[in-house]
């Protein structure tokens, strides 16, 4: 039966479909709605706290035999590139499927990195979905893939892969899993020196299999057109390329890490002008041309943002001239009635400057705030600010505030309040924690401080005053500064005034998520009596 499915409820449903034993991740666009649908469809699903935590969690579910699928979007495997690029030494028992979903073009994301090159990185496989059924076939494959060389796979997906909806065909039962016993064998899993050589080495003769395998039975699709021109392609860009110039031969590379490099070979002698299609950097081109190919690039324009079919044709006519003004969409802007608002208020009225972070409240640094100074990625805030206040000149020092929200704290923005403890700068510092008790930006998905599971059911909460002060921050103080604005824009004008290390913690829940909040907490303290 054909289902319409948009690329992550595929990949979800691939995952369900073969027996996946627990599907995590950390919420992130365009990659969130997998583990979403993944439980919906009754799969075993948990956010974590970050990539890095996902992926090692993943990792342990594939050591000990079952498979694992994890989530994340591009700059999350920033974040778990370390076991990432270590794991993919160790033997794996059972599959472990890494999703990296990209943002070309920067929908939703703060830079439009290709996660491509980090399957060079770590020498892990890397499969490229075109449509929701090649998310679907190409999660399976995965799957085979990694328990037939016990190695993680990464599961390439990009924003309009992500979010169109295509007919999927599933298939019922598809990898049947066998039974398990798990043994002790260090040698391919404990990565000291004498070990991590050898099976560094395993790693690189693994790939030369599967470069062999996807040559005589991998995914791999050539289509016979003009020799005239032929377009080598992955991805979303196929479906541009076969639209923009139907009449084209076209090799779509399914598995773009290790490459076909011999079809790849033959596919561009074959034609007179062998043309590389693809969105954000030229990374096949680079490969492919490290295989001795001569093949065309893209023109430089063609490198930011995403493709569509007129950007196609546009690059394969070589027309460089100046592309149609976007016709620029309603600002964003925070909701109204926010409880973000309050805070930005009186950090611009103050004027402080602003370290900040990733999140609904990034929209600080937008009319009618214009409160923030700077933004870099998750979990920096603290750390940034902690830079500035060791660098400013005193009076300037201390008007540095650090803000941050309740997910970006467990995220990675705990790590700043350690470096806090550890290196405190002699003007002191304050960090704000704005708790609106949810991860709101992607979505509305709990995270460890707000007490809620992946499904709402409860859990142990992180309450964030209690770890700061265990951890040793003298001022601690919790605040609604909607409530008391008055009382809030002292606090914060006080603090800086102090050499001392202020938290303050303005909690008051996200407007749209309140009665959520209200429903789930009252469920659940039913479901406890
Ligand atoms: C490493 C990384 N992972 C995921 C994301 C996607 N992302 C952007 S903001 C955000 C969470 C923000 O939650 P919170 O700090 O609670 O702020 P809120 O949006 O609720 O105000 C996430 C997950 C990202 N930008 N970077
Ligand atoms: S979703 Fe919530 S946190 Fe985000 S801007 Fe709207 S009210 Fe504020």
Redesign the pocket.
């Known amino acids: 039966m054909k289902v319409l499915l948009n690329g992550d409820e595929a990949v979800a449903a691939a995952a369900f479909d073969a027996g996946v034993t627990l599907g995590t991740g ?4 365009p990659s969130t709605e997998i583990v979403e649908t993944f439980e919906d469809l009754g799969g075993k699903s948990q956010w974590a706290p970050n ?1 890095k935590v996902a992926l090692e969690v993943g990792l342990g579910v594939a050591y000990a035999g079952g498979r694992a699928i994890v989530t ?2 591009h ?2 495997m ?2 778990a590139a370390d076991p990432l690029l270590t794991g993919a030494y160790t033997d794996v028992n059972r599959a472990l499927i890494v999703v990296s979903a990209d943002d070309p073009g920067m929908a939703s ?2 830079n439009e990195q290709d996660n491509r090159r980090y399957a060079v990185a770590a020498a892990v496989p890397m499969f490229e979905p075109s449509d929701s059924q090649e998310a679907y076939d190409f999660t399976l494959l995965a799957i085979e893939v990694s328990e037939r060389w016990h190695v993680p796979v990464m599961l390439r997906m990009t924003t309009r892969v992500c979010h169109s909806k295509t007919a999927v065909e599933r298939r019922e039962n598809p990898l049947p899993v066998e039974p398990f016993d798990y043994t002790k064998n260090p040698r391919v899993r404990a990565m000291v020196p004498a070990y991590a050589r050898i099976q560094h080495k395993k790693l690189r003769g693994k790939l030369r299999e599967i470069a062999k395998w996807c040559e005589e039975s991998g995914p791999i699709t050539r289509i016979e057109g003009s020799k005239k021109l032929g377009i080598i392609t992955s991805g979303i860009s196929y479906q541009h390329v076969r639209d923009a110039a139907p009449e084209a031969s076209v090799l779509k590379l399914g598995l773009t890490y290790p490459l076909p490099i011999d079809s790849i070979r033959k596919f561009a002698a074959s034609v007179d002008r062998c043309l590389v299609v693809e969105e954000g950097d030229p990374y096949l081109v680079e490969q492919i041309r490290n295989g001795g190919i001569q093949v065309e690039d893209k023109l430089e324009n063609f490198r930011y943002g995403e493709l569509n079919i007129d950007r196609v044709r546009r690059l394969i006519a070589l027309d460089d001239s100046p592309e149609a003004e976007q016709v620029p969409g309603k600002p964003p802007a925070l909701c109204p009635g926010c409880p ?1 608002r309050t805070a930005f208020e009186v950090l611009r009225d103050l004027k402080c400057i602003v370290a900040n ?5 990034g929209l600080g640094v937008l009319p009618p705030f214009e409160a923030v100074d700077l933004s870099v ?2 979990g920096s805030a603290i750390p940034v600010g902690l830079g500035m206040r060791h660098t400013l000149p005193t009076e300037q020092a201390k008007r540095v505030v650090s803000v ?5 704290f467990m ?1 990675t923005g705990i790590n700043g309040v350690i470096e806090m403890l550890f290196n405190p700068p002699a003007t002191g510092h304050v960090v704000l924690i ?1 708790d ?1 008790g ?5 979505g509305m998905q709990e ?1 460890p401080g707000t007490g809620r599971k992946l499904d709402h059911s409860g859990t142990n909460k992180i309450v964030f005053e209690n770890v700061l002060r265990a951890m040793g921050v003298k001022n601690v103080h919790v605040i609604d500064a909607v409530a008391n604005k008055a009382e809030f824009t002292k606090l914060v004008e006080d603090s800086m005034e102090k050499p001392e290390l202020t938290v303050i913690i303005a909690r008051r829940e ?1 407007l749209l998520a309140v009665q959520s909040i209200r429903g789930w907490e009252k469920a659940n303290a039913e479901s406890c009596n």
């Open positions: 950390y919420p992130g666009t990539e994340m979007k700059v999350g920033n974040v994301s703060q973000h972070d990733i999140g609904c409240y990625c998750m941050l929200g309740d997910s970006t995220h704005l609106n949810i991860t709101a930006m992607t995270n996200c």
